[in-house]
């Protein structure tokens, strides 16, 4: 073996094919590779790989990058999404990741909504946008004094201008004001745009569709004066909330990625941000604990004594 190893140079030809000898066992009959001439030499190996990178290390840094402060989010629930956020860039480690934003900055915003997924859709939860419903037509003083409804995390829109139809079902449209923000400028680029595609339409009620819709070529566009009604921002809802009173407030799904003593913050400010009598709306596994709000139908809690005769 010793012989092998030391041939020069210039027999290069056999070294490499001493390489992939293959050897039989004569009892087991099973083949073993063996390589029996290790490379030593630069020009016949390949580039040493980068070394591995840990996964909270690379969630910190690409959070970092992102401007979030991962400080605030349930490592455990992060550390389940990682495989997706490795899929949603092609790659099979953390250090493939990090090279591939490093020279791919544009890529950010789709490692983040991969590891911290935006999940919606149009009217999701009908009991939801049954309380909505009757709540926008039978509660006069909004009416009067005009609604204003902010949609937290609001990931590519649909909840809103969800709402938006309510409103315009009921002739209040004009009396609303609705804004809907998200960490990620990709998806407040998607929910300005409102367009979406046929599978997306699939759950929506085809008068929805001939009413509140125009098909183009890239998919289904929300019509022009839901657009023009609705306001899009990116911000960031545990750093920068939004001032003022709100009639309702969405914050769906995105507390189950936080700490539980953030979550339990998170919820203490939305309930400052509400009028008396504002609904928040949360997912179906999200409980605001510690607070003034109690639940009047599934998802959707109120902040001060009930008000409405169908929610007792």
Known sequence: ???????????SRLRLGLQHVVFVDRHARKRRPMNLCPSTHHELTHADPAPSIDQSVFVRWLFDKAGLNVNHYSQQTLRRRIH???RSLHVGSCSEARRVLES???LIPVAISALVIGVTSFFRDAPVFDCLRETFVGHQEWQRTGFRIWSAACSDGSELYSVAMLLA????????????TDCRPDAIVLARNGIYSASTMRTVDPAILRRYFHFESAGYRIAGPLRQATQWRAANILSDPEPGKWNVILCRNMAMYLKPEVA????RQLESLLVPGGLLILGKAERPGGTRLSMVAPCVYRLGPRIMHHMK
């Open 1 to 11: 073996m010793s012989l092998i190893a030391d041939l020069p140079l210039g027999h």
């Open 84 to 86: 997706a956020c490795l």
């Open 104 to 106: 791919s900055p544009r």
């Open 169 to 180: 079902d009921a002739g209040l449209l004009h009396r609303a004001q609705l804004l809907g």
């Open 264 to 267: 339990g913050a998170l919820w």
